[in-house]
């Protein structure tokens, strides 16, 4: 099955972009994944092609128009029922790993691309849209956080990574962090890799990877560590203590 990613955008030529090259262009050649751009300006009925209009009760900017948003979403849906259709935007649900998998898993994605001010609020009233977000912070337009979702989920694919497990504990696969990564100089720079890792014993070098990641996630990422089900440490100079040891 090929994954399809339909983007609903004002910028098509912003893909594949990035995209088209390294895991995800290999991906993309070898036809694990397709690529298709919908210029949103399509769906316009006046003759410059206009999707925005002034907000509702005045204010700055300008909101993508309910109409030539349905129009646009309905074409996706007949291009491809069975696909998600997500919308990019700060106001959206933030994207975890879990997330991700499940999209993968699927047919694909029909991503549309919000910009200026954001969406008409009915569009999401009529219809079934998903909102999902990639961090708290604005972007001129939801097409980064498109590339960003949709890099997420090619490298999920089957045969894009090449080892099956190579992705297994990367940080948020297992609710942690990663373990701290090293590799040849042993020495560099006066700094020596952990002699754990050097000790040939698989056992020990386990056990000092999942105590790092839990080290780390507590010092960096308190909130991640109590979803996890660990209880936060108030004490920054104890979780520092801890990631100190080798």
């Known amino acids: 099955m090929t994954f399809t990613a339909q983007i609903l955008t004002l910028y098509p030529e912003m893909f594949p972009g990035p995209l088209g090259t390294s895991l995800a262009g290999k991906a993309l050649e070898q036809g694990k994944w397709t690529c298709n751009p919908i210029q949103m300006r399509d769906f316009a009925t006046d003759r410059h092609r206009s999707v925005d209009d002034t907000p509702a009760g005045?204010?700055?900017?300008?909101?993508?128009?309910?109409?030539?948003?349905?129009?646009?979403?309905?074409?996706?849906?007949?291009?491809?029922?069975?696909?998600?259709?997500?919308?990019?935007?700060?106001?959206?649900?933030?994207?975890?790993?879990?997330?991700?998998?499940?999209?993968?898993?699927?047919?694909?994605?029909?991503?549309?691309?919000?910009?200026?001010?954001?969406?008409?609020?009915?569009?999401?009233?009529?219809?079934?849209?998903?909102?999902?977000?990639?961090?708290d912070y604005v972007l001129s337009g939801g097409e980064m956080?498109?590339?960003?979702?949709?890099?997420?989920?090619?490298?999920?694919?089957?045969?894009?990574?090449?080892?099956?497990?190579?992705?297994?504990?990367?940080?948020?696969?297992?609710?942690?962090?990663e373990y701290p990564q090293y590799t040849r100089p042993v020495k560099w720079e006066g700094r020596i890799i952990p002699e754990v890792l050097r000790s040939g014993d698989h056992a020990k070098v386990e056990a000092w990877r999942k105590a790092r990641a839990e080290a780390d996630t507590r010092l960096r990422r308190p909130d991640l560590w109590e979803r996890h089900g660990g209880t936060p440490d108030p004490s920054p100079s104890g979780a520092r203590r801890e990631n100190k040891e080798d």
């Open 145 to 177: 956080g498109a590339l960003v979702l949709l890099d997420a989920c090619i490298r999920l694919l089957p045969g894009v990574m090449g080892a099956s497990c190579s992705g297994d504990d990367e940080s948020f696969e297992t609710g942690l962090l």
């Open 58 to 135: 005045g204010g700055a900017g300008m909101v993508l128009r309910a109409d030539i948003l349905g129009q646009a979403v309905d074409h996706a849906l007949e291009q491809q029922p069975d696909a998600p259709v997500i919308a990019m935007t700060p106001r959206g649900n933030p994207l975890t790993q879990r997330r991700v998998r499940e999209l993968s898993a699927g047919p694909g994605v029909t991503i549309l691309c919000g910009r200026f001010e954001g969406f008409d609020e009915r569009i999401f009233e009529g219809r079934d849209i998903e909102e999902l977000s990639i961090g």
